[in-house]
């Protein structure tokens, strides 16, 4: 009889053992608040000119521009830390991932840098959240400072379901399949209008607001580094509120070009050909139909 109850007492210490390590590992899982953070550069403060500003190693003012976005990204990067992120990794987003440099990144950023990258982003279910940096408005936004959507030279217009989109739409709508949510976008007046048409209730760090595609009002440096910290630490705080996009399907891209471009496509099941310029894409899912034009 001893021994009988000797067994059971050993036995319930063994699951209690179990148990508690499935507790403590379950605990520990629900607090990791990872965050995915896309940047660009076009919707930085200061940033009014392409040519001038933009493009990698040839633009005269490349080298600040590097720096104003180096800025607003180390100071969203604060902000959601102290706003209870345990993990941020920075997607270098512009131009072919040639901008950001670990010198200058926030020492407890991890960067993603080069390409190829997934045609996802690298993107999956372990992150609690995204954000995005110096991001632009779509083409033919009104009053976008140098709106465009992926291609200036490319791209006319895109629809999801009917829906105008742009880079915003379609990345918001890409993290709700991995169901996460986003939370909060800095960049011009037209591209925080745009998020709030799919998020309304995103925290935007608005740094400048556009007169025109090449002209603006813009915050000076540290005023929108102060911004951004602000939203993305109360973006995290409020993290509880925010739900993933969520899109049903089936699913249908449509892209019209421009003059300039001609896409190498033939019509095959899922790709169709409205007319010279537009092509439609369709799908079970945004991925699905997505992907038959290009990657996010």
Known sequence: MARICSNRFWGLIALAVIFGGTTVAVSQARQTKKVFMITDMEGVDGIFNSELQCIPFQSPRFEESKKLLTGEINAAVDGLLEGGATEVVVWDGHDASR???????????????????????????????????????????EKALLGHSYSSDGVQNIWVNNKPVGEIGARVMLAGTFGIPVVMLSGDTAACKEIHQLVPQAECAEVKQGVSRTAAFSLSHPAACSLIHEKARRAMERLAEFKPY?????????????????????????IERLDERTWVFRGKDIIDAWLKYSSF
């Open 99 to 141: 901008t950001l440099s670990t010198l200058d990144i926030h020492p407890k950023a991890r960067l993603l840098m080069g390409s190829p990258v997934s045609s996802t982003l690298e993107l999956n279910s372990s992150y609690s959240a995204v954000v995005f940096i110096g991001q632009h408005a779509m083409a033919g936004a």
């Open 246 to 270: 969520t899109l049903s399907g089936p699913v249908e891209v449509k892209v019209q070009f421009t003059t300039k471009a001609t896409p190498d496509l033939e019509p095959r099941p899922g």
